[in-house]
């Protein structure tokens, strides 16, 4: 396997193990630990370590070694402010368009579907889920407000990722982001819009809410020292 392979597979195994809270904030770890854990050398264990610190999960600590990330809400909720912000101005802006059901054709093909044909794995529906909202902001035309919501939802993805691990959460995103796609073809964008800021905002404190317990869970779970 090559080296960009095993430092591939290393991300996978690390981010799968930040995501399940199996390190939680605080903890620290070297690259040779992490190594030993892979059975893997330290140049793909490095890579990877370095890529989870440019998406935020991790610092590293000079002659100290790696720490996780302690969660900062307030920030992601500033986040998540301005992220609503930009959605609803991309709105404005689809709503004016004169072929926007052929721009929002493959979000209602995916979205407005019967409950039985709805897709039910999380990591699936996740991912569309935040490719819905990128799609919306990239349908409006404005380059520059693509880029600066795909830079947040880069780095609100750290909490983010929690939400469809309560089931529930997959019916209700089907059924408002139809609502949000149905006003938007009926050319109503102030109830669009509206809906599209609860929808976030329900979002924003789901998630907030998922993280704390699960957080609170695995540090409960730690063996003592």
Not at 12 to 25: E, G, I, S, T
């Amino acid at each position: 396997m090559s080296s960009t392979s095993l430092a591939s597979l290393a991300y996978d195994k690390l981010r799968q193990a930040l995501d399940n809270f199996q390190y939680v904030p605080g903890d620290r770890f070297s690259e040779n630990e992490v190594g030993a854990d892979l059975g893997m050398s330290r140049t793909p264990v490095r890579e990877a370590l370095v890529r989870l610190q440019r998406e935020g999960y991790i610092s590293v600590i000079p002659k100290l070694g790696w720490i996780v990330n302690s969660i900062d809400f307030t920030m992601f909720e500033q986040l998540y402010d301005v992220r609503s912000i930009l959605e609803c101005a991309a709105l404005d802006l689809l709503v004016q368009t004169p072929d926007l059901e052929i721009r929002l054709h493959e979000l209602t093909a995916l979205w407005c579907i019967p409950a039985p044909q709805r897709l039910s794995e999380i990591a699936t529906v996740s991912r569309n889920d935040e490719q819905f909202h990128m799609a919306l902001v990239a349908a409006s035309g404005n380059q520059e407000m693509a880029r600066i919501h795909r830079d947040i939802t880069d780095r609100i993805r750290i909490v983010r990722r929690l939400e469809f691990t309560r089931n529930y959460r997959i019916d209700v995103t089907y059924e408002e982001h139809g609502d949000i796609l149905k006003s938007l073809l009926s050319r109503d964008g102030l109830q669009a819009k509206s809906l599209l800021q609860q929808h976030i905002r329900v979002s924003r404190d789901e998630v907030k809410n998922i993280t704390l317990h699960t957080l609170q869970n695995a540090r409960q779970k730690q063996p003592s020292l």
